[in-house]
């Protein structure tokens, strides 16, 4: 169970380290690190998963935001690279999206890629 510390990658947003930071105090758990992956489905073929996680798997890439730890398994690692993971909180919408330079199309559920 290594874990690598890699600059490049994903990037999360001050505003979003912020968010996390009050989801895990709310939590009362400084053991979980935001882990996303990619994972088979979706209607492009891949679809994200964003879930709080104490698990340290083998190959994982983890970095460090303002004390935030991010962690992305080593299969999902270059789908995401260059992606940044922003918080919004507007009228029309509230939650964590991702913008991944990646993504070779889009469709209406916002949250799948080729």
């Known amino acids: 169970?290594?874990?690598e510390t890699s600059t490049d990658g994903i990037v999360l947003t001050d505003t979003?380290?912020?968010k996390v930071k009050t989801l895990l105090e709310a939590e009362g758990r400084e053991d979980l690190a935001l882990r996303i992956a990619v994972q088979p489905?979706?209607?492009s073929g891949l679809r994200y998963q964003l879930f709080f996680d104490d698990?340290?798997?083998d190959g994982d890439i983890v970095k460090d935001f303002s004390g935030v730890g991010v962690v992305t398994d080593r299969m999902s690692a270059p789908y995401l690279s260059g992606a940044v993971i922003d918080f919004v909180d507007t009228?029309?919408?509230?939650?964590?999206t991702?913008?991944?330079p990646n993504a070779g199309g889009s469709c209406a559920c916002g949250d799948s890629f080729h």
Do not use: P, V, Y
């Open 98 to 100: 991702i913008d991944n």
């Open 55 to 57: 698990r340290s798997l």
């Open 41 to 43: 489905g979706g209607c």
């Open 16 to 18: 979003a380290a912020s």
């Open 91 to 96: 009228i029309e919408k509230q939650g964590f």
């Open 1 to 3: 169970m290594t874990a």
